[in-house]
């Protein structure tokens, strides 16, 4: 048999989220968000089970590129934009639509041949202050944008940083709404949280991502506790059983010592799979149907699972690494980070199914 390692990608949750996405927010289209390989899903397999989607966003152009080869006609947005001049000629020739946030790029527009017919979204600050152009510059861009024979439909876009938070959007919509507010082009602003908590963003066009693949945006909630399906399993199995005695030590670095007689389950799963190696002694796993802890540190291939209360695991025993029965969103607050991080970070050498 091969390495039990194994990802499977369940189509139907990927489907019940998007379903819940047209719930929320049922008078905008929908920007399946696909960037990183579809948060470690795999782009063909989401962008094939979420074709019921209005379009498409993303980042890699190549990706972008895959898509439009493998026949899909929808908007596809590059939410970055272009990075070099060069590219333009392909986003064009393909219909890609490209996020203008920079005067570097506004200048790479200078060279659109008149005609081309380039779909930007143009991004305005409101105080994430990562990309974006400033309120005061706002209106000379889009001037700019609109007086550019190049330049085809022109959207408005913005990005908040606290949508998950107590912060909430309002100062940043306070803003969009002054400088946007006379301006009578098509909006997009809304990210998984600002949809499920915040239905006035939702304007034309929402973009979900996480909360398509089931994971929660919000840091206090899990998936299904706001009725999304995770999309991913992650799972594995025993391939050792050790059994400790009292004051023993497993893996590296000897950190986890036993407190009495302990069984412990080695599992064929570590960082090179995916799996965060800062998850402590104690991150949630589940083995033979239970739940339990790991134990000691997450090495490159392996990591430890507490069989104590399992006698009846064994070698060939299923492990759950997330997924359904062990929340994502957990695993990824014991080991410091977020569900998006643990989702993209699911690594190349591990087998991926795709089940209904
Ligand atoms: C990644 C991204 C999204 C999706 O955010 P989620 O929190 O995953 O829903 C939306 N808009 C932009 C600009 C993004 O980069």
């Known amino acids: 048999m091969s390495r039990p390692t194994l990802a499977t990608i369940h189509s139907g949750a990927l489907r019940h989220n998007l379903g819940v996405v047209r719930r929320h927010a049922p008078h905008s289209r929908v920007f399946a968000v696909v960037k990183a390989n579809a948060y470690g899903h795999g782009l063909a397999c989401a962008a094939r089970t979420l074709r019921d989607a209005d379009g498409y966003a993303l980042v890699e152009l190549g990706a972008a590129l895959e898509l439009r080869q493998s026949g899909y006609r929808q908007p596809i947005l590059l939410l970055e934009g272009f990075f070099e001049p060069r590219e333009l000629a392909e986003i064009t020739a393909h219909h890609l639509a490209a996020v203008v946030h920079s005067r570097e790029q ?37 001037a700019a944008l609109k007086s550019n024979a190049g330049v085809g439909r022109i959207t408005l876009m913005t990005h908040f ?37 915040y239905p006035e963003t939702q304007a034309d066009w929402v973009r979900p991502g996480i909360m398509l693949y089931g994971c929660s945006p919000f840091p206090e909630q899990t998936g299904a506790e706001i009725g999304i399906r995770p999309a991913m399993t992650l799972e594995s199995q025993v391939i050792a059983v050790q059994t400790l005695k009292k004051g023993e030590t497993v893996g590296y670095g000897g950190v986890f010592a036993a407190g009495r007689n302990t069984r412990v389950g080695v599992v064929a799963c570590g960082y ?4 965060p190696r800062h998850a402590p002694t104690g991150t949630p796993i589940m083995v033979e149907g239970r739940m339990t802890r790991t134990v000691g540190r997450v090495s490159m291939d392996m990591l430890c699972a507490d069989l104590t209360d399992i ?46």
């Open 106 to 142: 506004l200048a790479m527009l200078g060279e659109l041949p008149a005609g081309a017919g380039l779909e930007v979204y143009l991004k305005l600050n409101t105080g994430m202050n990562r990309l974006g152009f400033a309120p005061a510059e706002f209106g000379a861009v889009l």
């Open 161 to 197: 940083a606290s949508a998950d938070e107590v912060r909430g959007v309002t100062w940043q919509m306070d803003i969009f709404e002054r400088v946007t507010g006379g301006v009578s082009l098509p909006k997009s602003l809304a990210n998984s949280a600002a949809i499920m908590r």
């Open 272 to 275: 090179a799979d995916g799996y």
């Open 311 to 356: 006698p009846e695991a064994r070698v060939g025993s299923r492990v759950v690494l997330w997924g359904e029965e062990v929340p994502v969103e957990h695993v990824a607050a014991a080991a410091g980070t977020v569900g998006y991080e643990l989702l993209c970070g699911l690594a190349p050498r591990v087998r991926v199914v795709e089940r209904e």
